[in-house]
T-cell receptor, first 115, second 115 residues
Framework: DTEVTQTPKHLVMGMTNKKSLKCEQHMGHRAMYWYKQKAKKPPELMFVYSYEKLSINESVPSRFSPECPNSSLLNLHLHALQPEDSALYLC??????????????FGPGTRLTVT | AQKVTQAQTEISVVEKEDVTLDCVYETRDTTYYLFWYKQPPSGELVFLIRRNSFDEQNEISGRYSWNFQKSTSSFNFTITASQVVDSAVYFCALSDENRDDKIIFGKGTRLHILP
C-alpha cells in the first residue's frame, strides 16, 4: 500500500482564520514532507520531518507551523495567511533519511484558497 | 550549481504516437539519484521511477521506458503508443548534493495527448 492521505481536499479561509491541514501515511515511512505548489510550477519544499524531528525548514514564514505528532501523522497549522498563500499543499513521505535518497510518495493535496 | 532542465515546456501529440520527454541534469555528486513523477489534472504526484547514478541500464515498464546516459547527463522518458490518460505534467527530479532528504525538481513538461 503506497497511500498518503490528506484532509481536507479543499479549504477556503479568511486571512484571520486558523486552520490545519492533515496528512497520514501507513507505509512505515520515517520521513514526511510538506510542499507548496503554485499553478504551472514544480512543488516547492517547505518542511521535512525525519524520525519525527523537524530536519528542514526552507525559510517558511511563521504563519505556517508544522507538527508531527507521531511517525504516521503530519499537520500543517495555518494562521493569518495572505492571499498569495493560495496554492496546492502536498504532503509526501519516504522510507527515511540518512543514506540514499528514496522516492517520495505524495498525497492528493489540499487546494487552499485564502480570501 | 545543481540543476534539472526540462527544456520542453509543453508537448502535444496524437494518441498512439510515441513521445520522449527530455531531462538534463547538473550535479557535482558522484552518487546521486534521479526520479520521474507524473502529475495528472487531479493534482497528485505519482512516482514513476528512481534511478541511482551507478545503474545506467535502461528501464522499461509497460509502455514507459527510460534512457539514462551519464555521458550526456540525461535521463529521458519515452511513452510508447501514447494514450489520452497519459496527459499530465511530468517532472524530472534529482537528489540534492547537500541533503539526502531533499530532491530538486525540474520545471516540468506538460504533455497533451490528443484523441
Amino acid at each position: 500500500d503506497t497511500e498518503v492521505t490528506q484532509t481536507p481536499k479543499h479549504l477556503v479561509m479568511g486571512m484571520t482564520n486558523k486552520k490545519s491541514l492533515k496528512c497520514e501515511q501507513h507505509m512505515g515511512h520515517r520521513a514526511m514532507y510538506w510542499y507548496k505548489q503554485k499553478a504551472k510550477k514544480p512543488p516547492e519544499l517547505m518542511f521535512v520531518y525525519s524520525y519525527e524531528k523537524l530536519s528542514i525548514n526552507e525559510s517558511v514564514p511563521s504563519r505556517f507551523s508544522p507538527e508531527c505528532p507521531n511517525s504516521s501523522l503530519l499537520n500543517l497549522h495555518l494562521h493569518a495567511l495572505q492571499p498569495e498563500d493560495s496554492a496546492l499543499y502536498l504532503c509526501a513521505s519516504s522510507q527515511g533519511t540518512g543514506g540514499p535518497t528514496y522516492e517520495q510518495y505524495f498525497g492528493p493535496g489540499t487546494r487552499l484558497t485564502v480570501t | 550549481a545543481q540543476k534539472v532542465t526540462q527544456a520542453q515546456t509543453e508537448i502535444s501529440v496524437v494518441e498512439k504516437e510515441d513521445v520522449t520527454l527530455d531531462c538534463v541534469y547538473e550535479t557535482r555528486d558522484t552518487t546521486y539519484y534521479l526520479f520521474w513523477y507524473k502529475q495528472p489534472p487531479s493534482g497528485e504526484l505519482v512516482f514513476l521511477i528512481r534511478r541511482n547514478s551507478f545503474d545506467e541500464q535502461n528501464e522499461i515498464s509497460g509502455r514507459y521506458s527510460w534512457n539514462f546516459q551519464k555521458s550526456t547527463s540525461s535521463f529521458n522518458f519515452t511513452i510508447t503508443a501514447s494514450q489520452v490518460v497519459d496527459s499530465a505534467v511530468y517532472f524530472c527530479a534529482l537528489s540534492d548534493e547537500n541533503r539526502d532528504d531533499k530532491i530538486i525538481f525540474g520545471k516540468g513538461t506538460r504533455l497533451h495527448i490528443l484523441p
